[in-house]
Every structure is written in C-alpha cells, then in structure tokens.
Antibody, heavy 118, light 110 residues
Framework: QVQLQESGPGLVKPSETLSLTCTVS????????WIWIRQAPGRGLEWIGH???????NYNPSLRSRVTISVDRSRNQLSLSLRSMTAADTAVYYC????????????WGRGTPVTVSS | QSVLTQPPSVSGAPGQRVTISCTGS?????????VHWYQQLPGTAPKLLIS???NRPSGVPDRFSGSKSGTSASLAITGLQAEDEADYYC??????????FGGGTKLTVL
C-alpha cells in the first residue's frame, strides 16, 4: 500500500514562494500519477495540478501561472512550487496518487497546513 | 464556484437512508467520465469511498453505494450511523484532463 507524507514550512510570507514535498514510501513514484489538492479553511477540495511518471503535467487554469509540479525519481518525491503567495492560498495541502486519467485518487497523504501571513 | 454541483448539506436519523446528488455537464460526467466519491471525517484527509461510479474499495461497508445517469451521479447511504457524519465530495474529469470536484456535502446524523 502506497504511503504519502507531505512536508513544508507551515508559514509563508505574502509574495513568497511555497515549496512542498510529498515523500512516497511503499511504492515507486514511477508507477503512478500524482496530484496536489488543497483545502482552504472551511472550504471544499481544490485541484492544483497533477503529473504523470513521464513528467507530463496539467494545472488548474486558475493557478497555472504560479504553479510547478515535478517528480524526483531518485528521492521518490513529488514537489509543489506555488509562487506569489497570498492569504487566499492559506490551506491544507494534500498529495495523492492515482492510476491515470479517469481514475480515482486512492492514496492520500495526511495533508500539511500552510498559512500565509507576514 | 465548483463545476460539479452538490447540495451543501443533508441530514437523516440513524437507520435511515440518505442520498447526495452530484450534477455535472455534457463536458464531464455526461461525456462518460467516471464519478468518484470521497468521505472526509472531521480533521482528516479525504478517503476514497466509491470509485468508477459504483465500486466500493475494500473495507467500505455495503451501506454505501453509487450510481450515475446522464450528467448526474448519486451517493446513497443506507442504515445511517453516527460514524457516517462527515463531508462527502464527488469528483470527475473533463476532456481537457482537468480534475473536477463538487463543492462538498455535509452529512449530519440527527
């Protein structure tokens, strides 16, 4: 069973760049597709973007200009970079895995909270 | 505003049956993409509840079932239990390989 663990700074200043990693254990990052999802306080789930093991990516149009998702096969890690952070980016950030287009997200990390504040 | 539409809340007494609807469009659910359902208990990450419209992953009680017709899908919970109180989200895709979520439905067990 794939296990995922997000990690990150917890607190980011406005205008700075958020960098998160998702470490994959009990599975190979080259075997699945990977997605970042966030949830603002009291709100629903929001798709940020996803990548395949080939490196192809697809981003939420509302975030595309600020987001980069990549895979580090040597470390079995997924990463998220979100630039020009604002208070509206305050959320719990989740990584999850899936088998491909039209598939469900079957394994999730516990999520990491990120607060944007000076 | 979410692309998939869910009722904000539903409620039911223990033992009753409740349903949660998820309405999309001809560009996503109606185009043949599967609908998946997730349960999010308070303070926890979402968990896959129903995959591919009507399939229960191992460990999910058979009180939970899903269906899909046209541009809509539904999640049904029978024999409602207090532990079912949670937020429920539907999810699908569109032809641009965009991921779509419903806005979520809060289930209250009375």
């Amino acid at each position: 069973q794939v296990q995922l663990q997000e990690s990150g700074p917890g607190l980011v200043k406005p205008s700075e760049t958020l960098s998160l990693t998702c470490t994959v254990s009990s599975g190979s990052i080259s075997s699945y597709f990977w997605i970042w999802i966030r949830q603002a306080p009291g709100r629903g789930l929001e798709w940020i973007g996803h990548t395949s093991f080939t490196g192809s990516t697809n981003y939420n149009p509302s975030l595309r200009s600020r987001v980069t998702i990549s895979v580090d096969r040597s470390r079995n890690q997924l990463s998220l970079s979100l630039r020009s952070m604002t208070a509206a980016d305050t959320a719990v950030y989740y990584c999850a895995s899936f088998d491909g287009y039209n598939a469900p997200f079957d394994y999730w990390g516990r999520g990491t909270p990120v607060t944007v504040s000076s | 505003q979410s692309v998939l539409t869910q009722p904000p809340s539903v409620s039911g007494a223990p033992g009753q049956r409740v349903t949660i609807s998820c309405t999309g469009s001809s560009s996503d659910v109606g185009a043949g993409f599967d609908v998946h359902w997730y349960q999010q208990l308070p303070g926890t990450a979402p968990k896959l509840l129903i995959s591919g419209n009507n399939n229960r992953p191992s460990g999910v009680p058979d009180r939970f079932s899903g269906s899909k017709s046209g541009t809509s899908a539904s999640l049904a919970i029978t024999g409602l239990q207090a532990e079912d109180e949670a937020d429920y989200y539907c999810q699908s895709y569109d032809s641009s390989v965009h991921v779509l979520f419903g806005g979520g439905t809060k289930l209250t067990v009375l």
